[in-house]
């Protein structure tokens, strides 16, 4: 059992920045790889970035790349989203997700919203 839980959402700016965080807890020995999704309104759950726990190994999406970074804290319990120099097309709801074999855990989500 993984329990995945989002939060630091909210409104900014367009060119703001914004750090979203991922509490990990439970059984997650077996989870290497957390990752990031959003989903804006009207579209499907898009892949924005991940990384491999085990060796700190980090990819990006391209629509994000060079502006969002995932850091994770020293006891690896909080994965973080930081992203700068938001843009509009960045509102979505964003998920944190862990993988193991055969099996993947979602947290609830966190709004963003980038205002003009």
């Known amino acids: 059992q993984v329990q995945l839980l989002e939060s630091g959402g909210g409104v900014v700016q367009a060119g703001g920045s914004l750090r979203l965080s991922c509490s990990v807890s439970g059984r997650t020995a077996d989870m290497d790889y957390m990752y990031w999704y959003r989903q804006a309104p009207g579209k499907g759950r898009e892949y924005v970035g991940e990384i491999r726990r085990s060796d700190g190994h980090i990819d990006y999406a391209n629509s994000v790349k060079g502006r969002f970074t995932i850091p994770e804290d020293n006891a690896k319990k909080t994965v973080f989203l930081e992203m700068n120099d938001l843009e509009l097309d960045d509102t979505a709801v964003y998920y944190c997700?862990?993988?193991?074999?055969?099996?993947?855990?979602w947290g609830p989500g966190t709004q963003v919203t980038v205002s003009s």
């Open positions: 997700n862990a993988n193991g074999v055969g099996t993947e855990y």
